[in-house]
């Protein structure tokens, strides 16, 4: 989307939008409205394709529509901020993964099957840490040597949900041994999980 090119979701331009965790709160006003729903505020989820909106709340009162957005961002705040606390409980040291502490990598590299590193300033700031940066990269056209494509799909070592960055935003690679006992946890389990997942394809093949 271009830098002057407005934000639309439906009849509603986006005139308002934070994104908290893994979620955006967003406020939409249409002026063309004469039903009483000249605002609205919603929670979006999107993707390279399309943009979903859920949870719809719509008025004449933008007093109403802010109050709402203000309290739905504070209840993603105090959501997201639990699910962070989670690797402290756990007694995991989440601190952030620097250059220093892998190896770097070059286009001529083959990073498919390895662990690698996110670059911290691609992660959103509250993601910053050691569980959200570790990654086994498993395809994608970068992941590659001297692809045209950049894309790599990745799982997470520490909550095991699939992601996908550019090559670009690969900090380094991390040999398993070096990997601290969560991310060594977690890797095991997505490998055991691997080996499963082709086991039953070749049985019913």
Same mark, same amino acid.
């Given at each position: 989307? *271009?830098?002057?090119?407005?934000?639309?979701?439906?009849?509603?331009? +986006?005139?308002?939008?934070?994104?908290?965790?893994?979620?955006?709160?967003?406020?939409?006003?249409?002026?063309?409205?004469?039903?009483?729903?000249?605002?609205?505020?919603?929670?979006?989820?999107?993707? =390279?394709? /399309?943009? *979903?909106?859920?949870?719809?709340?719509?008025? =004449?009162?933008?007093?109403? +529509? !802010? $109050?709402? #957005?203000? =309290?739905?961002?504070?209840?993603?705040?105090? $959501?997201?901020?639990?699910?962070?606390?989670?690797?402290?409980? *756990?007694? +995991?040291?989440?601190?952030?993964?620097?250059?220093?502490?892998?190896?770097?990598?070059?286009?001529?590299?083959?990073?498919?099957?390895?662990?690698?590193?996110?670059?911290?300033?691609?992660? $959103?700031?509250? #993601?910053?840490?050691?569980?959200?940066?570790?990654?086994?990269?498993?395809?994608? /056209?970068?992941?590659?040597?001297?692809?045209?494509?950049?894309?790599? /799909?990745?799982?997470?070592?520490?909550?095991?949900?699939?992601? @996908?960055?550019?090559?670009?935003?690969? !900090?380094?690679?991390?040999?398993? =041994?070096?990997?601290?006992?969560?991310? @060594?946890?977690? !890797?095991?389990? +997505?490998?055991?999980?691997? $080996?499963?997942?082709?086991?039953?394809?070749?049985?019913?093949?």
């Amino acid at each position: 989307m *271009q830098d002057n090119e407005k934000r639309m979701a439906g009849d509603y331009e +986006i005139i308002h939008a934070l994104q908290v965790g893994d979620r955006e709160i967003v406020i939409g006003e249409n002026l063309m409205d004469t039903n009483g729903q000249k605002y609205m505020c919603a929670f979006c989820t999107a993707n =390279e394709l /399309f943009a *979903q909106y859920d949870d719809l709340i719509v008025s =004449e009162d933008y007093a109403e +529509i !802010l $109050k709402q #957005y203000g =309290e739905r961002i504070a209840k993603q705040a105090e $959501k997201t901020r639990a699910e962070l606390a989670k690797p402290h409980l *756990q007694g +995991i040291d989440d601190t952030s993964i620097t250059a220093g502490m892998c190896y770097p990598i070059s286009y001529m590299d083959n990073i498919e099957g390895k662990v690698i590193v996110i670059k911290q300033e691609v992660l $959103k700031r509250e #993601y910053r840490s050691a569980t959200h940066q570790l990654k086994l990269c498993t395809g994608g /056209f970068g992941s590659h040597p001297n692809s045209r494509g950049s894309a790599c /799909f990745c799982t997470d070592l520490y909550s095991g949900k699939s992601s @996908r960055f550019e090559r670009m935003d690969v !900090l380094g690679t991390m040999e398993p =041994e070096n990997l601290p006992e969560w991310a @060594r946890i977690g !890797l095991n389990h +997505i490998r055991q999980a691997e $080996k499963q997942k082709k086991s039953i394809d070749k049985e019913a093949r």
